[in-house]
């Protein structure tokens, strides 16, 4: 661990790529396919020694960027997973306080007779206190991935895996070692690498990231692929699906994204998809087959509901989709569209809809919809209700003569009086 403010940060030249070219043949050996910005963009990495920031949805392949990159010149990946609440002890090193203890019971004896001719309780603090530099030493230091990088003495990949997740207080421990590749310990001084890593930091924009941590970094923006690009990611995977079958694939997977789902089907998911069709023997890509199978892409209850109702289209871009299903309501506010149909039935008597805030998006009325409709009179005609109204009411009630009351109690017992 080099401790020195004066000595800058190398870069193994090793195993920096020739060209721009080298970069997209060696990525490509390592079975991970780049475009050429994606390609400029690691070469310049590596010979301007700046970190690079690689934004964009989920498993659109920047983590797995840093693992190939590691693989192809031969570092070592050295890896930060970023979560909410994480503080720097976790990212840069903590100090083993079990180790600092237990060498201080070991060392009591040695202790007493450091203090043994001192007179005064301040004289005893001041002679222990010139033993600090023993406990809070290299010896006590206990690494994490941001220290370990910089002071390994081997070139390495550092990985920062979904910093957006981090709070703003890790942003700002990231500055000195983005912008210089070293690490200031109070206790020890400043820790500066002896190889330049190479930085890769990756965000799935749940959150802005601060302009300070941009500047230090080059910049690239990783979207979904193009059609043949994703074709061709997915023939390097060895699936063992058929070529036709993956092409019809690839185009059902991009009318899925263009779907208003929560999440988009990643190149990843697209990827076990091909395998799960090739393990299932699927010879063609039929509304039963994605339908049956469709919940490895998508993960979401509603998402896969809209999905479902796409499945026609999907199968067969000619096919005509029909209006979406029955709907029904189970009193809890949402209805299910099941895309079957049920034999036609005699249409009720129109009954009065009050609108309601919880129609569920799918089209079927809800639960509390349903209840608000028994409610309304007239539903049921009046030998359903009995008579209730009052006389001289305006409820259009009918009047009962005496004599027709007591006809219908002739059989009551009377009580006993």
Known sequence: MTTSQ????????????????????????????TDERLATTVFLQTRLDKPVLLE????????????????????????????EGQD????????????????TQMLREKIGQIVDD???????????????SVFFSERFLAPRPLLEAIASPEPV????????????????????????????????GTVVAEHAPYVVLTSNNTRDLSAALKRRCLHLFLDYPDAQRELDIIASKDTGLAESL????????????????????????????????????????????????LNVVVKYERDLARALREVPALSDPNAEVPDSGHGHGHGHGEGHGHGHEEPKRPAPAPVPRTPVEDDDDLGGPSGREKRAAKDQPGRHDEAYYGSTSKPGSSSGSRSVSSGQGARSFQGTRKRPV
């Not at 060209?19 to 990525?27: L, N, P, Q």
Request: aromatic fraction near 6%; proline fraction near 2%; hydrophobic fraction near 45%.
């Open 6 to 33: 004066d000595q800058p940060a190398t870069t193994d030249r090793g195993s920096d790529f020739a060209s721009v070219d080298d970069v997209r043949e060696r990525f490509a050996a390592a079975g991970y396919l």
């Open 56 to 83: 964009g949805p989920a498993g659109v392949g920047k983590t797995q960027l840093a693992q190939s990159l590691a693989a192809v010149t031969g570092r070592k990946l050295l890896r930060l997973q970023c979560y």
């Open 88 to 103: 720097e002890t976790k990212a840069l090193y903590e100090w083993d306080y079990g180790k600092q203890l237990l060498y």
């Open 118 to 132: 001192t007179s005064t309780i301040a004289e005893a603090v001041e002679r222990i206190a010139d033993q600090d």
């Open 157 to 188: 990949v550092l990985l920062i895996d979904e910093v957006d997740r981090a709070d703003e207080a890790l942003e700002a421990v990231l500055l000195e070692l983005l912008a210089e590749y070293q690490i200031s310990i109070p206790e020890i």
């Open 246 to 293: 993956a092409t019809r694939l690839v185009e059902v997977v991009r009318q899925l994204r263009e779907l208003d789902l929560r999440k988009a089907p990643s190149i990843s998911e697209t990827i076990d998809w091909a395998r799960t069709l090739a393990v299932l023997g699927v010879s063609e890509l039929s509304a039963d087959v994605l339908s049956s199978t």
